[in-house]
Structure formats: structure tokens, C-alpha cells
């Protein structure tokens, strides 16, 4: 039997995730069960079109609250507001705010990192399962990581790190 993986979330993460899955049980479903028994009703269903977009549809609906479910059944909630770990106060951790010099650059930018399910690269969130941020986990300010991707490897040091309130 395979492990089951964590998801992390922020507190904003999670409510986003269950007011999704709240919407898609309770307003979504019902709306594509209305959909299939009103394409049922105009008659042969083996050359309708509309109750196949129908089950398309409540095909998609379902796979997504699925996931959904085992997402919310299967998270660590972020918090670095809590009693730190010994020494780990002053490195970087999932939910922190840090930001970097790109060495070959010289340019800062500014992510905070978080678990897959919240990423938003463009809008500064950085999934914890990027080269990226692996390779900063548990560094210290000052110190500079190396980072292997798919392109060429490159370097960056951790200006500052801002835990998560």
C-alpha cells in the first residue's frame, strides 16, 4: 500500500478548500442532477447530446470532490506561530516568507513557501516541492544554495526570512 501525502495549507488555503468542496456538494451536484433529468427527459439518450455533457459533466464533479475530500482528509495545517523546533527559528520553513538574491542576476524576489495544493509562483506562493524551495529548506540567512532543475543549476542567498503570523 503506498503512502498517503500530506497536503500543506495555510489557514486561507483551507478555507478555500472547503468552501469548494461545500459549493461543489451542495449547489453544484444538485444543479448537474437537475441538468441530466431534464436532458433525460427530451427522450433517446444514445444520440443525446445534452445528457452526455450532463455526465460529463457530473463525471468532472465528482472526481473533483473526491479529491477534495482525501485533500482534506490528508492536510498539515501551517503554522510557524507555534513553539519553533530547537534552532529552527532562524531557517527557513514551510509558511515562511523569504526572500532571495538570484546570484547570477543579482535580482530579489520575494515567495512565500507553500504545500503544492496553494502554489501560485506569479502571485509569489512557492510550492515546498520545487527545487527552489527544497534546496532553501532549513537554510539559514546568509547562506547561499545551490538549486538543480530542469535548466542549468544556479545559486541563491536567503536575504531574509519572515515567519508566518
Same mark, same amino acid.
Given at each position: ?15 478555500? &478548500? ?17 441538468? &441530466? ?27 473533483? #470532490? ?6 482534506? =482528509? ?19 520553513? #514551510? ?26 509562483? &506569479?502571485?509569489?506562493? &512557492? ?6 524551495? =527544497?534546496?532553501? #529548506? ?28
Amino acid at each position: 500500500m503506498s503512502e498517503q501525502k500530506i497536503h500543506y495549507l495555510t489557514e486561507e488555503g483551507l478555507k478555500k &478548500l472547503q468552501d469548494e468542496y461545500y459549493n461543489l456538494v451542495h449547489v453544484v451536484r444538485e444543479e448537474v442532477k437537475m441538468e &441530466l433529468a431534464e436532458a433525460r427527459s427530451l427522450g433517446d439518450l444514445s444520440e443525446n447530446a445534452d445528457y452526455d455533457a450532463a455526465r460529463d459533466k457530473q463525471s468532472q464533479v465528482e472526481s473533483r #470532490i473526491l479529491e477534495l475530500e482525501n485533500m482534506l =482528509q490528508h492536510y498539515e495545517m501551517i503554522d510557524n506561530t507555534a513553539q519553533p523546533k530547537k534552532g529552527s527559528s532562524k531557517v527557513v520553513m #514551510i509558511g515562511d516568507t523569504v526572500t532571495l538574491k538570484f546570484l547570477d542576476t543579482e535580482e530579489e524576489e520575494t515567495y512565500r513557501i507553500v504545500g503544492s495544493t496553494e502554489a501560485d509562483p &506569479l502571485n509569489g506562493k &512557492l510550492s515546498n516541492e520545487t527545487p527552489l524551495a =527544497q534546496a532553501i #529548506i532549513d537554510a539559514k540567512v546568509g547562506q547561499t544554495k545551490e538549486v538543480t532543475g530542469i535548466a542549468k543549476p544556479y545559486s541563491v542567498k536567503i536575504v531574509s526570512i519572515k515567519k508566518s503570523s
